[in-house]
């Protein structure tokens, strides 16, 4: 299954990239994705309250992951 | 009338206030700026990034809840993105409105809701060259 991650502020700068492509397999739900994330990249670990959306939308760790789905990986927000 | 936009750019209030709708009595202004000192620290620089295409979309979600809430004749959001020094403007909430307190109450639900749904970051330059996300 090929889907689309997006990073965002300092979750860039621990990533090193904006997005990627990523070919999974055997992930169904965002909780899973982000356990897969967490081992490429450890230090997620550290960044505390990662925010998942779902192709723009706010979504819960049980939430499925689809084919193309667009994920977004976001630190709390701080606009304003 | 709802608008909200998300950019670098500054916006012109005069013109705003000059398309002020009949209906209106009142016409509220707030407007985020950089603030030079946080937590007892100097900030050199501001810098805003977003998810845009999110953003733009949770923006538009709060506006057109604020509009409903409020029963305002419009209203215009304005976010920048970028890089700004100390007492440059970063956001603009203008709300007309029939009576004063719809308008007054409008900005402020605006703002609070923008620190907590849009997906914009800052981080914060200081003049040792340190940086930090907020």
């Given amino acids: 299954m090929k889907i689309v991650v997006k990073y965002f502020a300092g979750l860039r700068d621990i990533t090193g990239k904006e997005s990627e492509i990523l070919e999974i397999q055997g992930i169904t739900r965002v909780s899973e994705l982000l356990s897969y994330l967490m081992r490429r990249y450890p230090e997620l670990k550290k960044a505390s309250d990662i925010i998942v959306a779902r192709n723009r939308a706010f979504v819960e760790e049980e939430a499925e992951v689809s084919e193309n789905d667009e994920i977004a990986l976001l630190p709390p927000v701080s606009g304003g | 009338m709802i608008h909200v936009s998300i950019g670098k750019r500054k916006i012109s209030l005069e013109k705003i206030i000059a398309k002020s709708p009949e209906t209106s009595g009142a016409c509220a202004i707030f ?27 949770e923006l538009r979600k709060i506006a057109v809840h604020a509009a409903e809430k409020y029963a305002l004749d419009a209203l215009y959001v304005h976010h920048r993105i970028g890089k700004f020094k100390p007492g440059e403007p970063t956001v603009y ?3 007309f409105a029939p009576h004063r307190d719809a308008a007054f ?21 200081r003049p040792d060259g340190s940086a930090e996300w907020k």
């Fill in chain 2, 31 to 57: 407007i985020g700026v950089v603030r030079g000192r946080e937590k007892g620290k100097t900030v050199s620089t501001l810098e805003y990034t977003d998810y845009r295409e999110m953003a733009l979309v």
């Fill in chain 2, 93 to 95: 909430i203008v709300a």
């Fill in chain 2, 105 to 125: 109450d409008a900005c402020k639900y605006v703002i609070e809701m923008i620190k907590k749904t849009v997906p914009i970051w800052k981080k914060e330059y």
